[in-house]
C-alpha cells in the first residue's frame, strides 16, 4: 500500500469518520509492504502484509454481471480518467483491472479494493485492500470509483457519494439506486455512471463608480 494514500483513508468502524495511523515495518519505494494502520478514535488497529491492507473481510465470489469487452479502457473511459493524479478505487470485478487501468493514467493511484486472488499483485500506481462492502475513503477524496454488484449496496454507494471530489464519478450496475446529489452521465442495460457536480464558481459583484 502507497505511504501516501493512508491520508485518504478512514476507520470502517461505526463511528465518527476519523482518519488512521501508520506504523511502517518495511517500506518499499514508499510502498509499506508490512506494518498496521491504527485508528486513534477506537483503537482498532489494521494489518499490512505483503502490501495488502487488511481493513475487514474480502468478498471474493465473481459478480455476475459482464463488465464487457477492455475492461481497463471502459473504466478510465467511464470514470473519466483523461487527466493526470487523483485517486480512483476499483472493487471487485472492476479490481482485476487496476494495474492495466493504472498503466493508462498518469499519476492517477488506484485502489484495488478485493481484488480477486488471481488479481496482477499491487505495484507502481496500485495499492490493494480488502474490506469487504464498505469505502473506507475520507470525504471528497477520490475521483473516480467503481462498484460491481456485490459491492454495491446501499451503504457503500452512499459511502462512495461522499468520497467523490466535485467532479468526481460513481460507476455501478444499473440495478443500484443511484445517490442523491449525483448527476447521471450515461447508462445502459447494465451500468450507469454518475457525477458529483463541480462546485460552482463563486463570482463576485460589485458596482462601479461614477467618475
Known amino acids: ?24 515495518d518495511r517500506l518499499e519505494a514508499r510502498h509499506i509492504t508490512a506494518g498496521v494502520l491504527g485508528c486513534p478514535e477506537c483503537g482498532a488497529e489494521y494489518p ?22 477492455d475492461p481497463a479502457i471502459r473504466a478510465a473511459a467511464l470514470l473519466g480518467l483523461t487527466t493526470p493524479n487523483g485517486v480512483v478505487l476499483l472493487a ?6 487496476a494495474v492495466e487501468v493504472a498503466a493508462l493514467t498518469e499519476g492517477v493511484h488506484v485502489i484495488a479494493l478485493d481484488a480477486p486472488d488471481e488479481a496482477p499483485p499491487g505495484g507502481l500506481g496500485v495499492s490493494r485492500i480488502d474490506a469487504g462492502a464498505r469505502v473506507p475513503l475520507g470525504a471528497g477524496v477520490a475521483r473516480g470509483i467503481a462498484l460491481d454488484s456485490l ?18 464519478r460513481l460507476l455501478a450496475p444499473i440495478r ?12 445502459d442495460d447494465r451500468w450507469w455512471v454518475a457525477e458529483r457536480p463541480p462546485t460552482a464558481a463563486v463570482v463576485s ?6 467618475g
Do not use: N, Y
Request: charge should be positive; hydrophobic fraction near 45%; proline fraction near 6%.
Open 48 to 69: 499490512i502484509a505483503r502490501g495488502v491492507l487488511r481493513l475487514g473481510a474480502p468478498i471474493r465470489e465473481r459478480a455476475t454481471e459482464e463488465i464487457g469487452a
Open 92 to 97: 471487485g470485478a472492476w479490481a482485476h483491472h
Open 176 to 187: 443500484t439506486t443511484m445517490p442523491a446529489g449525483l448527476t447521471v452521465l450515461a447508462r
Open 205 to 210: 459583484l460589485t458596482t462601479a463608480r461614477r
Open 1 to 24: 500500500m502507497h505511504l501516501e494514500l493512508v491520508q485518504a483513508l478512514r476507520c470502517p468502524a461505526d463511528h465518527q469518520p476519523t482518519w488512521l495511523v501508520a506504523r511502517t
Open 151 to 168: 459491492h454495491a449496496t446501499a451503504e457503500a454507494l452512499l459511502q462512495s457519494a461522499g468520497a467523490l471530489e466535485p467532479g468526481g
